[in-house]
């Protein structure tokens, strides 16, 4: 008999669970339509407590669905110093979730002792949420999960995903500026003012920026940033969920997926604009030519003008022998950019698997680690080596000296970025601090390199587990004869390339596809879409 009969008690009184459908956690956590969620948000809540015994440690629980539409929702544990809740705890959130009412004690009891963790322990919890209708119910079951546990939980309410990182972060690593919304803009403003100081120009240089909020939280909180950075930088929030739905015809994954600007908004050439998701952790940057027409800086472009802006800081620090640079991409990463950073920049570049997690695990192999999903989500990861040589540098630094200054901005720059999680607020500062040193425009910027014309497409199916791949997603194993007719699709276009993956959030596989013309690479992802309908189990309309 279990110990845990108030858990068992409550759960069945007020969370019960509502349907016999097999969950998994994965790099999302739980994400579904929100109507399911409470129960599972209550589960998340207990084992959230768990893993702060076990680690005695606070954790964090974060309820969003990012880029997804409105009525989904989701929940996902955040590690006392910010990551991604780890692979092994994967495999006991999705067994606490799974389980019947009744068993859920001995599950939890189960949970203790594989993990030998101390009980007594009082477990220490933040929550925090995005503006979706459902999340204050969500966040009230996930707190009755603490609760329950007789754990301690602070309530953030709105904040940006990034900014709970932070917070728990913060908190666990008591880090300089305090574990608090108010510590975030602390840590970014001050950061800003310390390498702007280092731009001789940048008094004679205000940058502006209208961002999109997806009329989520980011909007929001970019206001209230903008208290902070006073004249340094102006943000101007636009969709900032006032009038309009989340994510609907807006944000980045909009912008990005459609090659488009939000509807409704009105480019005017000269000016910048940006994109956040839901739940701002991911940015892309866009505008429109003075002919009309509309350029988008994605992840890849992003990744690219942060990589090659810090080669350049090492070089002129004399850093750039003692401190490896290198940038990770996904499948996803347009070609042309792979070719520019690893033959005109001489940068290293790795591929990983889609998933903010493999790309963070894979930046580790560099002292420097800049990755970016061409979606826009991404961040700069500095190894305790780099910060420490970077600081050493920076302390005996001569300001006067380009050596020095190089070093200085270094310095600055490892504390302006939110290394721990892509956060879209901190890489559009990042972003903007770049630009303001190097006195460049968007169409500067964009001139780097010229995107191949890329289209990425979903085809509803009916289980998209049916598809299986290897090689960093960009090959298919499964169904048989799927990569053999992908090949030969390929063929027939100049610069071809194309991959398909399953969704790690819906029954939807996602078709990417490449080539040196528009036309070309409309008849490639068309014709990969169909290969996928066909093969795979296509439901609804095949595509046309």
């Known amino acids: 008999m279990s110990s845990f009969a108030d858990v068992i008690k409550h759960a069945a009184q007020n969370y019960p669970k509502t349907d016999q459908d097999a969950y998994l956690y994965g790099t999302a956590g739980f994400r579904m339509k929100a109507e399911k969620l409470n129960f599972i948000a209550y589960r998340v809540g207990i084992l959230a407590s768990l893993r702060s015994q076990a680690k005695s440690a606070v954790t964090g629980v ?71 209708p459902s999340s204050p119910g969500l966040s009230k079951a996930c707190q009755a999960g603490v609760s329950v546990m007789n754990g301690k939980v602070t309530d953030y309410g709105y904040v940006t995903t990034p900014q709970l990182h932070y917070i728990v972060w913060s908190h666990n690593t008591k880090f300089t500026h305090p574990p608090t919304q108010e510590g975030y803009y602390l840590k970014i403003s001050t950061a800003l003012r310390q390498f702007l100081d280092l731009c001789k120009h940048s008094n004679s240089i205000t940058q502006k920026v209208t961002v999109d909020g997806s009329n989520g939280v980011g909007a929001m909180k970019v206001r209230e940033l903008q208290a902070y950075l006073g004249d340094m930088l102006t943000v101007n929030p636009v969709f900032d969920g006032s009038t309009g739905v989340l994510n609907y015809q807006c944000g980045a994954d909009y912008v990005k997926s459609n090659q488009t600007s939000p509807v409704g908004l009105d480019l005017v050439p000269g000016e910048k604009y940006a994109s956040f998701d839901g739940d701002a952790d991911r940015i892309v940057y866009y505008f429109i030519t003075q002919e009309g027409k509309f350029q988008l800086l994605d992840g890849d472009k992003i990744a690219i003008l942060i990589a090659s802006y810090l080669k350049q800081l090492l070089v002129d620090s004399g850093l750039s022998k003692e401190i490896s640079l290198g940038l990770v991409q996904t499948a996803y990463a347009n070609g042309a950019s792979t070719e520019y950073i690893s033959d005109k920049l001489s940068v290293p570049v790795s591929c990983s698997k889609t998933g903010v997690k493999h790309l963070h695990h894979c930046a580790l192999q560099y002292d420097i680690g800049v990755y970016f999903e061409a979606n826009g989500h991404g961040t700069v990861m500095f190894s305790d080596k780099a910060a420490m040589t970077i600081d050493l540098a920076a302390k005996s630094a001569d300001a006067n000296t380009a050596a020095g200054t190089a070093s ?24 903007e601090a770049i630009l303001t040193d190097l006195k460049m425009t968007l169409s500067q910027w ?99």
């Open 408 to 431: 200085l901005k270094l310095s600055a720059l490892t504390q302006l970025i939110m290394q721990i999680v892509g956060d879209a607020i901190s890489d559009l500062v990042f972003v």
């Open 62 to 132: 974060m309820i969003t669905a990012s880029h997804n539409p409105a009525c989904d929702n989701g929940v996902k544990i955040i590690e006392p110093h910010g990551e991604m809740l780890h692979v092994d705890w994967e495999s006991f959130a999705t067994k606490m979730v799974n389980c019947r009412d009744e068993d859920l004690g001995n599950v939890i009891q189960s949970i203790i002792e594989e993990t030998k963790l101390d009980p007594s322990i009082t477990p220490q919890v933040f929550v925090g949420m995005d503006t979706r």
């Open 446 to 544: 964009n001139d780097q390199y010229t995107d191949l014309p890329n289209v990425l497409c979903k085809v509803s199916v009916a289980d998209r587990q049916v598809i299986k791949t290897t090689n960093a997603e960009r090959t298919a194993t499964s169904p048989i004869g799927l990569q053999a007719a992908i090949d030969e699709a390929v063929l027939k276009v100049s610069k071809g390339r194309s991959f398909v993956r399953p969704s790690g959030t819906e029954d939807v596989v996602r078709v990417y596809a490449e080539a040196s013309t528009l036309e070309e690479v409309k008849q490639l992802s068309l014709g990969v879409a169909c290969l996928v309908y066909d093969m795979c189990g296509g439901v609804g309309e095949r595509p046309v």
